[in-house]
């Protein structure tokens, strides 16, 4: 079996099986482990279906870092829950959940299975310079469409893209990124930068929506080559022209906001699936019964079982 990594958007994941799994589902003391056991069960299908071989849980240490904010300050303001002077905002998470997240680091260090983001970074920038430096074929596994970013079919980098659910899950090639949107995954970050994105505070050139930011791309190459265009005067309709210039300022210093940082200085660690050793299955099982993660933790254990015997 060819050596593969798996590159997961822990967060998004973790959203994902907190709102997938009931929340009746609870430890014996009483605490919700929905999100907790959901998120194992996501990880044991992930290993079972796409065979990785090595995986890391991407992590978001800053999920809103204020380099981005000053650029843009809108930047995912709608999801403050609390603004703090000294080190990252408090993201807006349900309590049920952020209860939850010191036990699913818990559990991935029973299993394995290392976590490693980055001071000031986003989960995106780990999967962005772990995907770009790795020797071995990528995937990425999120929600985030930003992400589309990193898909390079010489490199061997997809996406396995989940917004329509753990049953629907989509390989992001650059054919589908073509299909879909009619821009190479090289453009991908200038054309979210162009339509904008609701969902992360970004305002996007007012008047420019999907099918207008690729038709400027395919005919001009790039962000800077539209704006050259719109400054030169030809290349588009006076209308569009206008836009862009109107625009100028947001254009400035978005893409440094939308790109994902591919460069980062990261831990060395061992991502490497393989079986649990008696010791480690003891823990694990303990940690399993203390927090009512039952049969998950077994369906994990099993996963990687196969996968270091592959």
């Not at 394995?112 to 970074?121: F, L, N, T």
């Not at 995937?139 to 390079?152: I, M, P, W």
């Not at 753990?166 to 200038?190: H, R």
């Amino acid at each position: 079996m060819t050596d593969r990594l798996m590159l997961l958007d822990s967060a998004s994941l973790y959203f994902r099986a907190f709102y997938g799994v009931p929340d009746t589902v609870k430890a014996p003391d009483g605490s919700p482990v929905n999100a907790v056991r959901g998120f194992l069960d996501i990880i044991t299908k992930l290993i079972t279906i796409y065979e990785p071989t090595h995986l890391v849980a991407c992590w978001d240490d800053d999920w809103r870092p204020q380099w981005r904010v000053d650029l843009i300050p809108t930047y995912k303001t709608h999801r403050v829950a609390e603004v703090v002077e000294v080190g990252p905002d408090v993201e807006v998470v349900p309590d049920p959940l952020e209860v939850q997240v010191p036990v699913i680091r818990e559990a991935l260090g029973a299993v394995g299975i290392p976590i490693v983001g980055a001071a000031e970074h986003e989960a995106d920038d780990v999967i962005g310079t772990l995907a770009a430096t790795s020797t071995l074929p990528v995937d990425v596994v999120t929600g985030d469409r930003d992400l589309f970013q990193l898909v390079d079919d010489d490199r061997d980098v997809r996406v396995i893209y989940t917004a329509r659910g753990m049953s629907n899950l989509e390989v992001i090639t650059v054919a589908v990124v073509v299909k879909k949107y009619g821009v190479l995954p090289s453009q991908y970050a200038d054309y979210a930068t162009l339509r904008g994105d609701a969902s992360d505070g970004l305002p996007g050139v007012a008047g420019v929506g999907e099918k207008t930011a690729a038709t400027l791309l395919a005919a001009h190459g790039d962000l800077a080559g539209i704006i050259a265009a719109a400054e030169a005067g030809g290349g588009m309709s006076a209308g569009v022209r206008s836009k862009i210039a109107a625009a100028a300022d947001y254009l400035e210093v978005a893409p440094t906001v939308v790109a994902v940082v591919r460069d980062l200085n990261l831990p060395e660690v061992d991502a490497r699936l393989r079986p649990l050793g008696e010791t480690e299955r003891q823990d694990a099982a303990a940690l399993a019964a203390r927090r009512g993660l039952g049969s998950a933790m077994d369906r994990i254990i099993a996963a990687l079982d196969k996968a270091g015997a592959a």
